[in-house]
Nanobody
Framework: QVQLVESGGGLVQPGGSLRLSCAAS????????VGWYRQAPGKERELVAT??????NYADSVKGRFSISRDNAKNTVYLQMNSLKPEDTAVYYC??????????????WGQGTQVTVSS
């Protein structure tokens, strides 16, 4: 019954900002590494950012512009995206390593949220 739901996508102009949210629900014991991925039209899915209990990592293309964070009390991870560029246009997915009380450790994916950067 564990689910991940992304939200916060939309249409923005170049240079604008968006904050994506990834909320986990269900019988969750703990959440480990969480990552944001994106897939642009005609391209392969790529890793954008990850967050663990002790560190964050970013793709070179988004360093200095994107920031990943988590609110453990809400079982939610965020991706703050600033100085957006047209090449950031993609469907963004969250991926989380979750230990469920019944099912143990598994990897879950959200359904994706569309981000479009265009003038």
């Amino acid at each position: 019954q564990v689910q991940l739901v992304e939200s916060g996508g939309g249409l923005v102009q170049p240079g604008g900002s968006l904050r994506l949210s990834c909320a986990a629900s269900g019988s969750i014991f703990s959440i480990g590494t969480v990552g944001w991925y994106r897939q642009a039209p005609g391209k392969e899915r790529e890793l954008v950012a990850t967050i663990t209990t002790g560190s964050t990592n970013y793709a070179d293309s988004v360093k200095g512009r994107f920031s990943i964070s988590r609110d453990n009390a809400k079982n939610t991870v965020y991706l703050q995206m600033n100085s957006l560029k047209p090449e950031d246009t993609a469907v963004y997915y969250c991926n989380a390593h979750i230990f469920a009380v019944r099912d143990g450790a598994n990897v879950y994916w959200g359904q994706g949220t569309q981000v479009t950067v265009s003038s």
